[in-house]
């Protein structure tokens, strides 16, 4: 799986949109870009995954560059509860039956 | 979506102990999961894989016969920490792909059991 880059942490204010970027310029064109997240004391949620299609649902929008080289998934109207480590993971789509790899991801903290 | 528990959720032992941690899925059929281990500020790590039926495989450096696996139905495996010492103390997560949610896969996580060995 390509390796991604996140920036440690960032702080958003609560109400506004968080816009957490994520570099991955040896992404292969069969890999998918994955985004989890972990809030504090708990286990990894799904968010979001895409191939080169913006994609959106009810948690987050993912945005992919056009070279698919780097990608920002954007929670529009953050609040305090989506402060948590979110993770920018690269892979195969059908892989269910493969470990997830997570890097250090980017610490989001929403602040009142 | 689906579910995945995992009890206990918090468990504090006395050194030289064993504690058995369960990770079941509820609502569907598991013919593997992932057992990850995460220390305080960092990120989650693979221990090993559980496969219904069969051995489980341990990443390098992770002690099979200190930390038992056993995945004897396709809704449940549990993580033993034999003989736990102070240095285990750790948040232990499991895992679990699923076939499909609609057109892709998702994997699924459980809680999280936080173990505090004394």
């Known amino acids: 799986d390509a390796k991604t880059t996140q920036p440690t942490s960032m702080d958003c204010a609560e109400g506004r949109a968080a816009n957490l970027p994520c570099n991955h310029s040896?992404?292969?064109?069969?890999?998918?870009v994955y985004w989890y997240r972990q809030i504090h004391s708990q286990g990894p949620q799904y968010i979001i995954h895409g191939l080169k299609n913006n994609e959106t649902n009810e948690m987050a929008s993912l945005i992919i560059t056009e070279d698919r080289k780097s990608s920002t998934l954007i929670l529009p109207h953050a609040t305090l509860r989506d402060t948590a480590v979110y993770y920018c993971?690269?892979?195969?789509?059908?892989?269910?039956?493969?470990?997830?790899?997570f890097g250090k991801g980017t610490r989001l903290s929403v602040i009142a | 979506g689906a579910v995945v528990s995992q009890h206990p959720s918090w468990v504090i032992c006395k050194s030289g102990t064993s504690v058995k941690i369960e990770c079941r899925s509820l609502?569907?059929?598991?013919?593997?999961m992932f057992w990850y281990r995460q220390f305080p500020k960092q990120s989650l790590m693979l221990m090993a894989t559980s496969n219904e039926g069969s051995k489980a495989t341990y990443e390098q450096g992770v002690e099979k016969d200190k930390f038992l696996i056993n995945h004897a139905s396709l809704t449940l495996s549990t993580l033993t920490v034999t003989s736990a010492h102070p240095e285990d103390s750790s948040f232990y997560i499991c895992?679990?792909?699923?076939?499909?949610?609609?057109?892709?896969?998702?994997?699924?996580f459980g809680p999280g059991t936080r173990l505090t060995v004394l």
């Open positions: 895992s679990s792909g699923l076939g499909s949610i609609g057109s892709y896969n998702e994997q699924f």
């Open positions: 609502d569907f059929q598991a013919t593997t």
């Open positions: 993971i690269v892979r195969t789509e059908n892989s269910g039956n493969t470990p997830l790899v």
């Open positions: 040896t992404i292969s064109g069969n890999e998918y």
